[in-house]
């Protein structure tokens, strides 16, 4: 049986600012990504909207999260990947990867209809693959995630 995790993101465009944080309590997520909003409005609630749920605008950044499965027995390290279509995207918005291994093979598996990346970066903690597309790219990232239980 899986519970579920709530993943926290911190996007600027296609560029995640911060380490994701996963959070195994919804509740304790909704107020993080809360915490977040406020810090990057600088605390005016006036910079802050809210256009669904789970979503919280602050100018350019945005802070989501994201549920997904979440295993009850697992000691792999929990890594996010995110797939930023050509047009800034992201699809999917999150997904939750067990290990180094396991998101480096998800960040370099060529989405549909391309070709393999023409730039990889790695760290111990980011994997990054660019996969061109005729005059655009899109990308994959793989970070190291948080676990905030």
Known sequence: MAATASILLITDGTVIEHAP???LSEERARMEAERWA??????????????FDGRWQVGDRDVRLVSQPWPV??????WVGTYWT????????A???WG???ARM???EPPHGLTAPAEII?????????FPRLDDYSFAVAYMAKLVA
Not at 73 to 78: L, V
Request: glycine share 4%; aromatic share 12%; net charge negative.
């Open 73 to 78: 027995h697992t000691d792999a390290q929990p």
């Open 106 to 108: 998800w960040v370099l």
């Open 38 to 51: 406020w810090n990057l409005a600088a605390g005016d609630p006036r910079r802050i909207s809210v256009p």
């Open 122 to 130: 790695e760290r111990r903690w980011l994997i990054v693959a660019t």
């Open 21 to 23: 944080e996963i959070y």
């Open 100 to 102: 180094y291994r396991d």
């Open 95 to 97: 997904v939750l990867l």
């Open 86 to 93: 050509e047009d800034g995207y992201p699809d999917p918005e």
